[in-house]
């Protein structure tokens, strides 16, 4: 890593939240997204149902919430993107920590790529509810009609149908980028959350009306207490607490850095976490409430119908009910706007981790770093993600970025942060120096032993799984191309980045609160100078 201060620009000042509603709203927006609505119904149905929230929530306050707060603690305390705030948070000898920023910058660059596509299809989707255009074949026209799926190839098929509304989307990002953190990304939450709410509200209000909801209900509440003995069942817990707080991949550590230096961390980031969960349980009894009518329409079981979770609950289950039941047209209207509100604030939050770590790293202005990333990350976007082979590409590329890819993140994090820098308590002091509701030396136990031992688990027991099964009867080339080939993208773009001269070195720079013996922890003096890129 090389410095260049001769050449370095004036420093301008760091953007902000307006206030903590602000902040609040914009990270319960990140947090909300497509894995809220498709992706914990049917994982709380297939661990234990009611039982599930057991582990659930004792995974949340174990798990969730600590690792939650570790991001909030470094992003405010280092003041900056996950690679600037790593690399001060390592000091003079550990500025190699820089690569561990950019490795979750990596990460959020390629989620970046295939959430868009997945917007752009729930935004189709919106429009298509108004005359129910998949007609009485919902699988048939999604897969076959809308996407064109092919073979798993690397495909220039591409499908109009899906190109035009990605580069809508991908314009939309651009835009909410380049006005930058108060002006874009916060006005964008502070319309869109509330509008999420109401819309989702009234469609899980209609649901518990139709015709089986109750059924739906008691597939989905039932305890199944022998459950909790099935130690997968734990880690499936711990799993979806982890993959629905966007955590561990720079995103609450850009937007901790953006707020006051006087700011309480902790009390917000409970609203956070709680908001998130209460609008998966939400998400849970409106999904489910209309699985029951389907299974009523259909003369069969709630645990016999197919395609309860992820792309097949939304694009192919969500149609079929949404054309058999009254009003139908309406629904459809609610949820795919919803599925679109929900991904859109999630989308901008993780192209805000990349945006502002290039704006520090070659003081960009936040409108030149949207419209630079966003113009090479559409492209790769279109090309990947629009073809005939899209949805493969697609589903290969997210199961290694979440499932390797982020809990490697979180792991390193813990280990790195917590054993070898030795900055948990300085970080356990920052919450309690700005906060009210104050953390003690547990939350360093939750942080540096039991989130790695269980994240540590999860990481070999799928990375074993997956090298020894596969993936989705994908062929072996595919999976080496799109799986592991995105988790050495991440290294050596992680690597890369790190090696390239900062225009401005973020190095000059102290902590507040000043922790050292005899400064000002007591008085709240300020011993050091902002710093910030």
């Given at each position: 890593?090389?410095?260049?201060?001769?050449?370095?620009?004036?420093?301008?000042?760091?953007?902000?939240?307006?206030?903590?509603?602000?902040?609040?709203?914009?990270?319960?927006?990140?947090?909300?997204?497509?894995?809220?609505?498709?992706?914990?119904?049917?994982?709380?149905?297939?661990?234990?149902?009611?039982?599930?929230?057991?582990?659930?929530?004792?995974?949340?306050?174990?798990?969730?919430?600590?690792?939650?707060?570790?991001?909030?603690?470094?992003?405010?305390?280092?003041?900056?993107?996950?690679?600037?705030?790593?690399?001060?948070?390592?000091?003079?000898?550990?500025?190699?920590?820089?690569?561990?920023g950019w490795f979750q910058v990596a990460i959020a660059f390629v989620i970046g790529l295939y959430y868009t596509a997945v917007i752009a299809w729930a935004l189709s989707y919106f429009v298509f509810s108004f005359d129910l255009r998949w007609g009485d074949d919902p699988a048939g026209f999604f897969f076959g009609d809308y996407l064109q799926t092919g073979d798993p190839v690397i495909s220039l098929d591409f499908v109009p149908g899906v190109l035009i509304p990605l580069a809508v989307v991908w314009l939309a990002a651009i835009i909410v980028l380049g006005f930058g953190v108060a002006r874009g990304l916060q006005r964008v939450n502070v319309v869109f959350l509330p509008l999420l709410v109401v819309a989702f509200a009234i469609l899980v209000v209609r649901s518990l009306f139709l015709d089986g909801a109750a059924d739906g209900l008691n597939a989905l509440f039932t305890p199944d207490w022998a459950a909790l003995a099935d130690p997968n069942v734990w880690?499936?817990?711990?799993?979806?607490?982890?993959?629905?707080?966007?955590?561990?991949?720079?995103?609450?550590?850009?937007?901790?850095?953006?707020?006051?230096?006087?700011?309480?961390?902790?009390?917000?980031?409970?609203?956070?976490?709680?908001?998130?969960?209460?609008?998966?349980?939400?998400?849970?009894?409106?999904?489910?409430?209309?699985?029951?009518?389907?299974?009523?329409?259909?003369?069969?079981?709630?645990?016999?119908?197919?395609?309860?979770?992820?792309?097949?609950?939304?694009?192919?289950?969500?149609?079929?009910?949404?054309?058999?039941?009254?009003?139908?047209?309406?629904?459809?209207?609610?949820?795919?706007?919803?599925?679109?509100?929900?991904?859109?604030?999630?989308?901008?939050?993780?192209?805000?981790?990349?945006?502002?770590?290039?704006?520090?790293?070659?003081?960009?202005?936040?409108?030149?770093?949207?419209?630079?990333?966003?113009?090479?990350?559409?492209?790769?976007?279109?090309?990947?993600?629009?073809?005939?082979?899209?949805?493969?590409?697609?589903?290969?590329?997210?199961?290694?970025?979440?499932?390797?890819?982020?809990?490697?993140?979180?792991?390193?994090?813990?280990?790195?942060?917590?054993?070898?820098?030795?900055?948990?308590?300085?970080?356990?002091?920052?919450?309690?120096?700005?906060?009210?509701?104050?953390?003690?030396?547990?939350?360093?136990?939750?942080?540096?032993?039991?989130?790695?031992?269980?994240?540590?688990?999860?990481?070999?027991?799928?990375?074993?799984?997956?090298?020894?099964?596969?993936?989705?009867?994908?062929?072996?080339?595919?999976?080496?191309?799109?799986?592991?080939?995105?988790?050495?993208?991440?290294?050596?773009?992680?690597?890369?980045?790190?090696?390239?001269?900062?225009?401005?070195?973020?190095?000059?720079?102290?902590?507040?609160?000043?922790?050292?013996?005899?400064?000002?922890?007591?008085?709240?003096?300020?011993?050091?100078?902002?710093?910030?890129?």
């Open positions: 890593m090389t410095d260049n201060r001769s050449a370095a620009p004036a420093a301008k000042p760091r953007e902000e939240w307006s206030g903590q509603i602000g902040f609040i709203l914009s990270a319960v927006g990140s947090a909300v997204g497509l894995g809220n609505i498709w992706r914990f119904p049917g994982v709380a149905y297939e661990n234990g149902g009611g039982a599930f929230l057991i582990p659930y929530l004792i995974a949340l306050v174990t798990a969730g919430i600590p690792i939650l707060f570790l991001d909030y603690a470094i992003g405010h305390r280092f003041r900056g993107a996950a690679p600037t705030a790593f690399r001060r948070l390592g000091g003079r000898t550990g500025r190699w920590l820089e690569s561990l880690i499936a817990a711990y799993s979806q607490i982890f993959f629905s707080l966007s955590i561990a991949f720079g995103i609450m550590i850009t937007y901790a850095s953006y707020r006051r230096r006087r700011s309480n961390l902790t009390g917000p980031g409970l609203v956070v976490a709680f908001s998130n969960s209460s609008f998966e349980i939400l998400a849970g009894i409106g999904v489910f409430a209309t699985l029951g009518f389907l299974a009523g329409a259909q003369g069969i079981a709630v645990a016999d119908l197919e395609g309860i979770a992820g792309v097949g609950l939304s694009f192919v289950t969500f149609p079929a009910i949404v054309a058999q039941m009254p009003g139908g047209p309406i629904f459809g209207v609610l949820f795919f706007g919803s599925l679109t509100m929900a991904g859109f604030t999630s989308l901008i939050s993780v192209l805000q981790v990349v945006s502002a770590a290039i704006q520090e790293k070659f003081s960009l202005s936040p409108r030149a770093a949207a419209v630079g990333l966003g113009v090479v990350a559409a492209v790769l976007s279109i090309f990947f993600f629009s073809t005939t082979s899209g949805i493969l590409a697609l589903d290969v590329t997210d199961n290694w970025a979440n499932n390797v890819g982020i809990v490697l993140s979180a792991v390193l994090t813990t280990v790195l942060v917590i054993w070898v820098f030795r900055k948990g308590g300085e970080l356990r002091l920052h919450l309690n120096a700005v906060s009210t509701f104050q953390v003690g030396r547990v939350w360093v136990l939750l942080v540096g032993v039991l989130a790695p031992i269980v994240l540590g688990y999860m990481l070999i027991a799928r990375v074993v799984t997956l090298l020894v099964e596969g993936y989705g009867g994908m062929p072996p080339w595919y999976l080496l191309v799109f799986g592991w080939g995105t988790i050495a993208f991440l290294v050596v773009a992680a690597i890369a980045m790190s090696l390239i001269a900062w225009r401005r070195p973020p190095d000059d720079f102290v902590a507040w609160p000043d922790f050292r013996a005899g400064a000002g922890r007591r008085t709240g003096t300020v011993t050091g100078k902002e710093g910030s890129p």
